[in-house]
Structure formats: structure tokens, C-alpha cells
């Protein structure tokens, strides 16, 4: 049974922390609820949001040499798992090389309904669900114990954490996935800022909406107040940190209660709420040398926009 991964105290407890922080923030694992996941869903397939459909047809072109490197009756393991869409590229790649497939999210919902859609067209394969943040330290169920573990974090989802914490995570991944583990990465590249805004903040208003939905998320969950036509949705790049930002802006000057604790807004006033960092492959390299992988392999679309790294653990996570 997938028992949801935040609790309402806890989303209380992180809300008010970011809230009542200066400048405000939001962490972007709060936009994943049921809402959030269907409206991630559609941002994928607007055309001006590249990154799924360049990084699919990377995995369709490079699938086979991807798997190649797993042994036979490997362990997939992936990171940020709302849907197995991607997996499937190498599941499917070399059938039979992975007999396991654990998927690890906190959208309940969406992992219970990944699970029995690959019970029914993979019915060969050990699906084993973890509901967790992958933020977190984490252990791999035992039924995936014993098979060599191959790491998978598609999407560019890396690139919502801050460098140290990108550091962190890479080195958790290491202790979790076990000596000699590869690791598969996907990255958004560095590119014209005129590329990169429009995929996060649309003409038709679908990502503006998936950043709104995060405030009408703690109306219902955390006891909040917001006026949802009182703040916009904004994405900025800031070339100095390699990374997009989004924020929602405040329209006027106005006071939210949450959890029965008051936030006030002055008109113009920001809540952060996800980076996304963009990586130059070599930069992306030196991250991952720091935690103990070693890049052997990486593979790029024609037009430069996305990156897949084969990472291999050869050194000490720490």
C-alpha cells in the first residue's frame, strides 16, 4: 500500500517556514498533487516545452546502448517516477535485462496507477513502488536486493535542486544504489535565454496555472487563505546562476493566514517557489566527480538543447 509522503502538518510546517522566510519561498515538491501531476502532464507536451520530447527521443535513439551497460537482471531504479513512460524506452530497449523496476515519487495516486498499467503490458517484471521524497535518505525494497542496482533520473528534475543540494543527492544516490552502480542523468543544456523562458512560461498559461495551483494546494491542505487571483505567475533567468526561476508575484498589498499564522505581502512581493538549474556537460561532470561518479558516457540531441550522462560509481559517496 503507497501511503502519502506529506502529511498535512508537515506541508503546514514547510509552508510557514518558506512563508515567513526572507525573501519567501515554496519548495517545488509541493506542486505535486493530484492537480499538479495532470497539469505537469500537459506542460510536457506544449510546444514550447522542449525538454520531454528531446530527451525521449534520445532515449528511443540510445536505449539499447544505455541498457547495455546494466547486466543482465538488473534493478531499475528511478528517481522522480510520476509516470514509467521513460523507463519503458529501456525497459523495453533490451527486453528481459531488467527484472525489476522500482519507481520512487511522492504523487501516490500517480505511482499506484504506474503500477498496474505495467502489471498488465509488463507482467514479467518485479514492480515495486516507493512513495518517498527522493530527497531524503531511502532504502531499496528487498525484493530489489541482490540484483545490481541501475540508477535512472530522467527529466532534468536534478536541476530543481541547488548545487549543494544536487551534491547531496548524488551522494545519496551512490550509498543507495551500491558500489560500482551506474547512473543515468538527464540534464537541460545552457542555451539562448529566448529557448529557455518560453518553456516555462507558455502562451497558453498551462505552467502559470501549475505554478498558481501550489497556493490552492495549501487553501485545501494547509489551512491557508490565498486569493489566487491576487498573485502571477513570473519566470526569470539568471545567467549568473545558470538557472530559471519561477515566482509568483504578489498583485497588491495583502495579508494570507496559513496554519492561523498571518503572511503579509507587500505589492510586487515574490515567493520563489523552483529553480532549474542549466548545465554545460563539463560543469555537470565535476558535480557528479565530487560525490564519486566518474562520467563515461554522454549523449546529446543535434540541436544541443539536452544532455543524458551514464554516471559509474567509482569512487566514496561519503
Not at 502532464?41 to 540510445?62: D, H, V
Not at 494570507?256 to 556537460?281: C, L, Q
Request: one cysteine or more; a negative charge.
Amino acid at each position: 500500500m503507497l501511503d502519502a509522503a506529506l502529511a498535512p502538518s508537515d506541508i503546514e510546517a514547510v509552508a510557514l517556514a518558506g512563508l515567513t522566510a526572507r525573501p519567501k519561498w515554496l519548495p517545488p515538491k509541493l506542486f505535486y498533487d493530484e492537480a499538479g501531476v495532470a497539469l505537469f502532464e500537459r506542460i510536457t507536451e506544449l510546444p514550447e516545452y522542449y525538454l520531454t520530447r528531446t530527451e525521449r527521443a534520445l532515449l528511443q535513439r540510445c536505449g539499447a546502448e544505455i541498457t547495455a551497460l546494466a547486466p543482465p537482471d538488473a534493478a531499475l531504479i528511478e528517481y522522480g517516477a510520476s509516470d514509467e513512460a521513460k523507463a519503458r524506452l529501456l525497459i523495453d530497449a533490451q527486453p528481459g535485462r531488467f527484472a525489476a523496476y522500482v519507481p520512487i515519487d511522492i504523487a501516490a495516486p500517480a505511482l499506484a496507477a504506474m503500477a498496474a498499467r505495467l502489471a498488465s503490458s509488463h507482467p514479467g517484471l518485479a514492480v515495486h513502488p516507493i512513495c518517498a521524497d527522493f530527497s531524503e535518505p531511502l532504502a531499496l525494497p528487498r525484493a530489489s536486493t541482490g540484483r545490481t542496482a541501475f540508477g535512472f533520473f530522467p527529466g532534468s528534475t536534478i536541476g530543481n535542486l541547488d548545487p549543494e543540494a544536487a551534491l547531496a543527492f548524488l551522494r545519496r544516490a551512490g550509498r543507495t544504489l551500491g558500489a560500482g552502480a551506474h547512473f543515468v542523468v538527464g540534464t537541460d543544456l545552457r542555451k539562448d535565454p529566448a529557448i529557455l523562458l518560453p518553456a516555462y512560461d507558455d502562451a497558453a498559461g498551462v505552467t502559470a496555472a501549475f505554478n498558481l495551483n501550489l497556493l490552492r494546494r495549501l487553501n485545501r491542505e494547509a489551512d491557508a487563505d490565498f486569493d489566487l487571483a491576487g498573485f502571477t505567475h513570473r519566470a526569470v533567468w539568471n545567467d549568473a546562476e545558470s538557472r530559471i526561476e519561477m515566482h509568483l508575484v504578489s498583485r497588491r498589498r495583502q495579508r494570507v493566514r496559513v496554519a492561523g499564522t498571518a503572511v503579509d505581502f507587500a505589492p510586487g512581493e515574490t515567493i520563489h517557489t523552483e529553480n532549474s538549474y542549466k548545465f554545460a556537460p563539463a560543469a555537470f561532470a565535476s558535480l557528479a566527480r565530487q560525490a564519486g561518479w566518474e562520467t563515461i558516457r554522454v549523449w546529446t540531441d543535434a540541436d544541443g538543447l539536452f544532455a543524458l550522462h551514464a554516471l559509474q560509481l567509482t569512487g566514496s559517496p561519503g
